[in-house]
Every structure is written in structure tokens, then in C-alpha cells.
């Protein structure tokens, strides 16, 4: 069965602390694996697309990686504004559809 | 501005009560999706469309119906045979319905029965 396990479930950070989050997948045969980030209240926005292990993107303080058994969401000397419900997807394996981790929720305290 | 949206944001309803939740996109897309969100789980998947006039079920579609009439709308029917329908429902869109693509959301429904 396809698995995504997202840890930690909770991140508390100060301003300018860097840190990473991590989502763990038991795909055979990944396809894709996606980052958003939630708002309370809010649809996830896209962040980031990666295809093979190797593979890095980064946007702003955000920098995505991608092993063969996981990928890692660095962020760099966050702001407040950075607080919010990461989100980590996967596409491939025996799952016609998307499997979705249960998010890290990431404050980023001033 | 190309998007999805979603409407209501807000939605009450009443045990025994059918209530119709709307998704629109104007991206020009094939795929839509619609996923439930309750605390401390992953988005779970309800129903998906590859096309216009084609829908499948996905891992909870029980209690759930939707039609796909039009390449821009796929609305979503909470029916009274939904056991526990208070949830963050949130409706999605993608190019094209493979394990590559991303799927963009609109900004979510949150249901409560009351």
C-alpha cells in the first residue's frame, strides 16, 4: 500500500531559525511528488513539482529535495509570515490517484 | 485571473438534508477532483473526472454524488445517507489526470450539520 508519513506533526520555530521538514513515501514507481503549504481556513497552494531523486527547487526562503525514500523541505532564516500546514503528496505507485501525508504545521514565532 | 472557485464558504445543514457544494475553474482544464479534510488527516479523495461527462469514485465516495456537464463545473451532492458530513471540502483541478500533474485547489467549503 502506498504510504506518505510527514513528520514532525508540529514545528515551532523562531525568526531566522532555519529547519527542515520531512516527507517520508513508500511509492513503487513515483511518478511525482508535490509540496503545498495551508493556510487555516484556505485551499493548499502549489509550491513545488519533483520527478527524480536528485532533483532540488527552491522558492524564496523554501528549498525542496527528493531522495529515493523521501524529500526534505528546507526552510532558510524563516519569517512569521512562513507559519502555516505543510503538505506533502505523492503520485505513482499502485494509487490510481494522489496519496497526501497529514501535514506539518509550522509557526514561526517573532 | 485564472483560478477555481469554490462557493459556498460556508454551508450548514440539517440531518436528513441533500446540499449541493459548487466548484468552477476557468484554467481550461480536464481533471477535477473533490477531497474531504478533517484534522490531523491527509486530504482524502471523494470523486474525480478525467473529462466531461465521466466521473469516478474515489476512497469515500459512499453518501456522495457529483455530475461533470460541463468542461468548467463539477458540482458535489452531500447526501442525507452521509453518516458524518461535517468536513473541509476542498475541489481541485489538474491538466490532466495523471501522477505527474499538479492539482490546484479553490479555497474550500466547510460543511457543518447541524
Known amino acids: 500500500e502506498d504510504q506518505v508519513t510527514q513528520s514532525p506533526e508540529a514545528l515551532r520555530l523562531q525568526e531566522g531559525e532555519s529547519s527542515s521538514l520531512n516527507c517520508s513515501y513508500t511509492?513503487?514507481?513515483?511518478?511525482?511528488l508535490f509540496w503545498y503549504r495551508q493556510d487555516p481556513g484556505k485551499g493548499p497552494e502549489f509550491l513545488f513539482t519533483?520527478?527524480?531523486a536528485g532533483e532540488e527547487k527552491e522558492k524564496e526562503r523554501l528549498k525542496a529535495t527528493l531522495t529515493k525514500k523521501e524529500s526534505f523541505l528546507h526552510i532558510t532564516a524563516p519569517k512569521p509570515e512562513d507559519s502555516a500546514t505543510y503538505l506533502c503528496?505523492?503520485?505513482?505507485?499502485?494509487?490510481?490517484?494522489?496519496?497526501f501525508g497529514s501535514g506539518t504545521q509550522l509557526t514561526v514565532l517573532p | 485571473d485564472g483560478g477555481i472557485t469554490q462557493s459556498p464558504k460556508y454551508l450548514f445543514r440539517k440531518e436528513g438534508q441533500n446540499v449541493t457544494l459548487s466548484c468552477e475553474q476557468n484554467?481550461?482544464?480536464?481533471?477535477m477532483y473533490w477531497y474531504r479534510q478533517d484534522p490531523g488527516q491527509g486530504l482524502r479523495l471523494i470523486y474525480y473526472?478525467?473529462?466531461?461527462?465521466?466521473?469516478q469514485k474515489g476512497d469515500i465516495a459512499e453518501g456522495y454524488s457529483v455530475s461533470r456537464e460541463k468542461k468548467e463545473s463539477f458540482p458535489l451532492t452531500v447526501t442525507s445517507a452521509q453518516k458524518n458530513p461535517t468536513a473541509f471540502y476542498l475541489c481541485?483541478?489538474?491538466?490532466?489526470?495523471?501522477?505527474?500533474?499538479?492539482?490546484?485547489f479553490g479555497p474550500g467549503t466547510r460543511l457543518t450539520v447541524l
Open positions: 481541485a483541478s489538474s491538466i490532466r489526470d495523471t501522477p505527474r500533474d499538479e492539482q490546484f
Open positions: 511509492v513503487s514507481g513515483l511518478r511525482g
Open positions: 519533483l520527478y527524480s
Open positions: 503528496a505523492v503520485g505513482g505507485g499502485s494509487a490510481r490517484q494522489l496519496t
Open positions: 484554467l481550461n482544464h480536464d481533471a
Open positions: 473526472s478525467q473529462i466531461v461527462n465521466d466521473f
